[in-house]
């Protein structure tokens, strides 16, 4: 009898064992996490670059604002979102924003001058007038620009005095910006124009699209909570959302909690370190005007008067008041230098004229022509023919004769 010897053989099914399962849950999350994190460096690197693109593109907006309309545009309401009235509209009267004291009194009426905080008016910037029509200038900003990388709104704040084209004078911004050492970044302290900041990172004070805080900026500053779970808030990280001065921090990121900054911050500057301002610049009627507080001498050092020359100034025209003796001082050393009002020479005033027909000026002292008149011509019992001694209606005097006495012409 012969038996079939051949071995019956199973199936085995393919898998992992539980060792090699754990190693290609490793790997997988070795990968996955580097992957991970480098989405998240790429998207914080994104949003860093769309937050500083935003302050570049809110400063230039600015700019070509104040070039159409020979000032700057004053803050919107921070708690308006997209449907509410006056959403990205300016707030001149100063509805829904803050009105806080600058950091000097630039205008030297012996208080500090106003500056104003809240959000940038993007409707205002595309349209001057809010009326919704066509801009007189092309504006790069949108609403979405005047968002920060992590879409919350773009602080500003501005010199009031700077949002009037009539009080506007390029010298007179009183913003304060300085460092984390409270050191100022600027030339010259206090003078920033205007001041823009996003909020960073974490958006702490900040608002959203809707109006909406991200939290409350005036938070308690806690250095050593004790808590893992209370927020820590640095005085760096609270000074440009406080909306409580006029002093902004533009310095580096810190990640310490104590001393937490992640803000971003634009200004802007004095035009010119001139102490010239320039009123209208049409070449035909090209005027200026000085913003020096105190008076200016040429070639004087200490100048008495506004504007103090010593020598020959050469103009086309020149405008004054009055026009004085070039002595500060008469002979006597006390008596002032006897001066003339230009109304004298070139107005209409009572003292520059005559009292009775017929009478000529002869002389002017003391910006009056009184005891100075003389008539005309002397008095006859009769003049040589054709002899005239005024001019027929409608024709002026262009001259006098000693023959035929006035000359008259038609005008």
Known sequence: ????????????????????LAIVMLIFGMVSGTALLGLRFYMLQQAEVETENALD???????????????????????????????????????????????????????????????????????????????????????????????????????????????FEDTRGVISVVDEHNQSVLA????????????????????????????????????????????????SEIENCDETDAIFLSGLQN????????????????KTNSHWEIVDEDAATLQAYNTNPGNVGVGVVDPVESFEVAGDLRADEVRA????????YNDDGFTPAICMDTAIIAGDEDSMNCDAPGMAVTAIEFNSVDDHCQKAFPDHGSYPPGFQTSCPPGQLVVGISNITGVICESP
């Open 188 to 235: 010259e302290p206090d003078t920033a124009h205007y001041a823009l900041a996003s909020a960073g990172i974490n958006g702490h004070g900040a608002y959203m699209e809707n109006g909406e805080r991200v939290s409350n900026c005036s938070a308690s500053i806690i250095t050593d909570p004790g808590d893992d779970s209370i927020p820590v808030y640095s005085v």
């Open 255 to 270: 990640d310490q909690d104590q001393y937490y900054y992640d803000d971003r911050v634009k200004i802007g500057l004095p």
């Open 57 to 167: 593109v809110g400063d230039e907006a600015l700019q070509d604002f104040f070039t159409a309309y020979g000032r700057y545009p004053c803050p919107a309401n921070p708690t308006l979102g997209p449907g509410d009235i006056g959403y990205g509209e300016e707030q001149c009267a100063g509805a829904g924003i803050e009105i806080v004291a600058g950091e000097r009194d630039a205008d030297g009426d012996g208080v500090n001058d106003p500056v104003m905080i809240g959000v940038m008016p993007f409707n205002t910037l595309i349209d001057g007038a809010n009326d919704y029509e066509s801009a007189n200038y092309e504006s790069k900003i949108t609403e979405s620009t005047t968002l920060d990388g992590w879409g919350r709104k773009i602080f500003y704040a501005v010199t009031q005095s700077q949002t009037n084209k009539s009080t």
């Open 321 to 328: 008041q009055e026009f004085c003796d070039p002595l500060k």
């Open 1 to 20: 009898m012969l038996l079939d010897t051949h071995k019956l053989t199973r199936k085995r099914q393919g898998g992992f064992t539980l060792v090699e």
